[in-house]
């Protein structure tokens, strides 16, 4: 098993930016694993899947090879051999991995993939579950959440700067909602492992967070 930093919490508490900079401090490999529950809904949009239906889900997820990759230090994400990194971060692609990413066969089949790539390497971690579930002896667990209002800011500041018109309103309700989902989902939702370290990001810069997680990992 190599070292490991698992880090948890709801959409846009700042996870993946903090998780690139602690694991090029440490020289670790960052892995995204929404990027992999986002593949998947890929796959399931491009074949046409119906989200509430269990079985369509289920017969298709056999056939998404799906693997991760890096490239000029920036994670790859393969479905079928294709790289769909330009693909994943669409709004119709995040509510369908958040209603397939409920899915226990789907979890089992990326669970399985994220503990063979953290046997291997040195990893930081992210996603839902990687302090629960994926990695549960990981030496470091991270909880990092930030108040609904600040998560919402800084997706609309994100949406305006790529000239997208969008309503701060909505996007809240919409990140409640998906909140909501993790948390209250039955298989591994989104919950703080008891050993994690909580950090509320809302009133921090991202380079305190990052300095804070990489202190806590050098007391361990
Ligand atoms: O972190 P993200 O927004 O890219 O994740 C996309 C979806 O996948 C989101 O609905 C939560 C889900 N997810 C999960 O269930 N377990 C993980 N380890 C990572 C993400």
Request: proline share 1%.
């Amino acid at each position: 098993m190599g070292s490991s930093i698992a880090i948890d919490g709801p959409a846009g508490a700042g996870k993946s930016t903090i998780a690139k900079i602690v694991s090029k401090k440490l020289g670790f490999i960052y892995i995204d694993t929404g990027a992999m529950y986002r593949a998947m809904a890929v796959h399931m949009i491009s074949k046409g899947v119906d989200a509430s239906d269990a079985d369509q889900i289920e017969s298709n997820i056999d056939s998404a090879d799906i693997s991760i990759g890096h490239e000029n230090g920036e994670q790859v994400v393969y479905l079928n051999g294709e790289n769909v990194n330009s693909r994943l971060r669409t709004e119709e692609v995040s509510a369908m991995a958040s209603k397939t990413s409920a899915n226990a066969k789907v979890r089992e089949k990326l669970v399985e993939l994220q503990q063979k790539m953290a046997k291997t390497t040195n990893v930081v971690m992210d996603g839902r579950d990687i302090g629960t579930v994926v990695l549960p002896d990981s030496e470091l667990k991270i909880y990092l959440t930030a108040g609904t209002r600040v998560r919402a800011e800084r997706r609309y500041k994100e949406l305006i700067e790529k000239g997208e018109n969008c309503n701060i309103d909505e996007i809240e309700a919409d990140i409640k909602e998906r909140d909501h989902r993790d948390m209250t989902r039955e298989n591994s939702p989104l919950k703080k492992a008891d050993d994690a370290v909580e950090i509320d990001s809302s009133y921090m810069t991202i380079e305190e967070v990052a300095d804070k997680i990489i202190s806590l990992y050098n007391e361990k």
